[in-house]
């Protein structure tokens, strides 16, 4: 049974650049960008060997794909806080990694044009793969200046808690 908008009026779809990411209780300051959040499910096929030369397909492993955050590079040290706690040069023999807590969920997310939050997904177990503090420089380049961080992680699911909200109106003096 097909389900209905509670905001019959929308007709047009959300935006992409109203956003949030909210880790450790609290929203990441100037993140610019997010890449998408993707899953795939490998195929396994199979046939009995007496059947035609047709194969049956079932679902396999399901893999989840790195999440890139960029911002402009400014003096928060989140980002390379947390790519730290993976590797850390320079901290001691044994001690490069912090174990115990280099792994964190995240919450991305997505808003209205009103800035009501229409859909959030949360991501598990996230932990930094790659970190990239600055951008190549250039003297002749007209840009900011972008820090990205690439996030592994081992799943997400959308918060089905999250649900459409009534879109505010202006009201006639």
Not at 150 to 161: L, M, Q, S
């Amino acid at each position: 049974m097909a389900q209905f908008s509670v905001n019959a009026g929308r007709l047009d779809p959300y935006k992409n650049f109203k956003f949030r990411v909210t880790w450790d209780g609290r929203p990441v300051a100037g993140v610019s960008k997010v890449s998408v959040l993707k899953r795939t499910t490998e195929v396994v096929k199979h046939r009995a060997g007496g059947d035609p030369s047709t194969s049956y397909k079932s679902p396999g492993r399901t893999e989840y794909d790195a999440i890139t955050l960029e911002r402009g590079v400014t003096h928060d040290v989140d980002f390379e806080q947390w790519a730290n706690k993976v590797w850390n040069l320079g901290s001691g023999l044994g001690g490069e990694v912090s174990l115990k807590d280099f792994r964190k969920d995240i919450v991305v997310d997505l808003f209205n044009e009103a800035g009501q939050v229409v859909q959030s997904y949360a991501v598990y177990r996230c932990w930094v793969s790659e970190y990239q503090a600055l951008p190549d420089l250039d003297a002749n380049a007209n840009a900011v200046a972008i820090a990205k961080i690439k996030i592994e992680n081992e799943g997400w699911e959308r918060d089905f808690a999250v649900s459409e909200p009534t879109e505010p109106t202006f009201t006639e003096p």
